[in-house]
Structures are given as structure tokens and as C-alpha cells.
């Protein structure tokens, strides 16, 4: 479990997106939240906090429809999904 949440300001190509989403490791989870703070300039500030609040309810909904997880590993995914919602949306 997370105790801190480690932020990395930068550039992602979609293509290390994708192979980082592929990535599994045997009897581990990992969190990884990439988010793109820097809605369009069309999209109002409101917009973009409610776009953002329904992805991160969607990462929830993931978590807990995790069948595989132990209890411990399921509480330190929602513990990361918690460290990033207060980040996301104070």
C-alpha cells in the first residue's frame, strides 16, 4: 500500500500508455492513474471536474469488481484510488 502519492509531471505517448496498462505481474496490482490535467480549451472547469470524477468512479467500480485480489491487496488499491481522488478533487 501506498503512503504517499508519487506525482510525474510530463509528456506520455498513447503507446506507453497502452503497454503500461498490459503490464501484469504475477500476484501483484498496480495502480497507475494517468490523467490529463489540461482539458481543452473549450471545456469549462466544470466539465472537466465532472469527466474527471466519473473516470475515477469508473477506476472504483474496477477495483472492486476485482474477483482475483486478496483483501489486503484490494485495501491498497483503494487505498492508492483514495490518495488520488483527494489529489484530483479536494
Not at 473549450?42 to 486478496?70: V, Y
Not at 491498497?76 to 479536494?90: F, G, I, M, N
Request: glycine content about 2%; hydrophobic content about 40%.
Amino acid at each position: 500500500m501506498a503512503n504517499a502519492l508519487t506525482l510525474v509531471e510530463g509528456v506520455i505517448r498513447p503507446s506507453l500508455t497502452a503497454e503500461l496498462d498490459s503490464f501484469r505481474a504475477a500476484n501483484h496490482r498496480v495502480s497507475s492513474y494517468y490523467l490529463n490535467l489540461r482539458p481543452p480549451s473549450e471545456a469549462n472547469g466544470e466539465a472537466a471536474r465532472i469527466a474527471l470524477k466519473n473516470a475515477l468512479a469508473r477506476e472504483r467500480e474496477r477495483i472492486d469488481q476485482l474477483e482475483d485480489a486478496r483483501p489486503a491487496v484490494r485495501h491498497a488499491l483503494h487505498r492508492d484510488w483514495e490518495l488520488v481522488s483527494t489529489w484530483c478533487l479536494p
